[in-house]
């Protein structure tokens, strides 16, 4: 790659890092995991950088790219763990604030949804993108983030459960 393309993907690259992560954060719950997947997403980008012609779609490739590396790795046997109601090392959820408690209760509720379901969810309603770009990103059809919508939505409700109840003011 020249200089010119290798300044031009340094420049995407940290504009872009947080929010790749962020995304990836939310699609697989773990930052650990994330981190591994923005790299994957980040090394997959730039191995492909001189054959991408339209650089307005950059974003939507790394969604894509990210996207098909948590649902692979959901995939793979070992990965297959389960969680327990609280790790030994964790005293409990973080009460500072009424943002941070959601949140933690959000992540846990969308590591129970399926991971084609978690990703719509995720791309719909955190990323903001509507049905036609979700359905780009995902390489589907609309009818099909439609369904899942609904079905990842039922999931997460079935997993929250009496949570939400408990996260609703009082009144």
């Known amino acids: 790659m020249d200089e010119a393309s290798e300044r031009e993907f340094a420049e995407y690259f940290r504009a872009r890092l947080e929010t790749v992560r962020r995304t990836a954060y939310m699609l697989c719950g773990d930052w650990h995991r994330a981190d591994d997947?923005?790299?994957?997403?980040?090394?997959?980008?730039?191995?492909?950088?001189?054959?991408?012609?339209?650089?307005?779609?950059?974003?939507?490739?790394?969604?894509?790219?990210?996207?098909?590396?948590?649902?692979?790795e959901s995939r793979r046997p070992w990965r297959r763990e389960r969680s327990t109601a609280e790790p030994a090392d964790t005293v409990g959820v973080p009460s500072a604030s009424d943002a941070v408690?959601?949140?933690?209760?959000?992540?846990?509720?969308?590591?129970?949804?399926?991971?084609?379901?978690?990703?719509?969810?995720?791309?719909?309603?955190l990323e903001g993108l509507d049905i036609a770009g979700t359905a780009a990103a995902l390489g589907c059809s609309e009818g099909t983030v439609k369904s899942q919508t609904s079905h990842g939505l039922a999931a997460l409700r079935a997993s929250l459960g009496d949570a939400l109840d408990d996260l609703r003011p009082a009144g």
Do not use: C, E, N
């Open 37 to 72: 997947h923005a790299q994957a997403a980040f090394v997959s980008l730039h191995r492909h950088w001189q054959k991408i012609r339209d650089r307005a779609a950059l974003d939507a490739w790394m969604r894509r790219t990210l996207v098909r590396a948590v649902i692979d």
């Open 101 to 125: 408690a959601t949140r933690h209760v959000l992540v846990d509720g969308l590591r129970t949804v399926p991971p084609r379901q978690r990703a719509v969810l995720v791309l719909r309603y």
